[in-house]
């Protein structure tokens, strides 16, 4: 059994302790926003916050994530009310196919929590994510929006 709080729940679920976080998030706790990309912690689709940091979900086992406060992308909007990031994505357009988004949303997020006005430095060397359709441009355009909000 392994106990995780996510997104403010706490959720008890009957997993082994290696189990990487991205499947306990998806299959025992039922949040789907979180992706599966490449499973070797490349491409950056699986990310969450842990403690507010960043991590790619897909490598981190269960029992790393336990009495931790773990937020998915379900997690940022309050109410409804889309973060200044989730906004600048859609004002801008960034999403294509989507499926890297939700990940790449929560670099970002990350990034401007700790660094509230980044640099094109900044942003090249915190946000490693892969994006398949090649919306890098875009994404530069709405951090720096978001960064401005």
Known sequence: MARLNVNGKTFDIDVESN?????????????TGTKYG?????????????????????????????????????GLAVNGALTKVQKAWHDHEVPQCG????????????????KPKPTDADIDGAITNICRCGTFQQVR?????????
Do not use: F
Request: net charge neutral.
């Open 99 to 114: 499926y890297c988004q939700s990940g790449m949303i929560m670099a970002v997020t990350a990034l401007l929590n700790s």
């Open 141 to 149: 355009e709405a951090i720096h929006a978001a960064a401005k909000a």
């Open 38 to 74: 490449c499973g070797v912690a490349q491409c950056g689709a699986c990310t969450v916050h842990v403690d507010g940091a960043p991590v790619r979900s897909c490598v981190m086992p269960v029992s790393a994530a336990e009495g931790k406060k773990i937020t998915t992308i379900e």
């Open 19 to 31: 189990m990487p976080l991205l499947w306990a998030i998806r299959e025992h706790v039922g949040l």
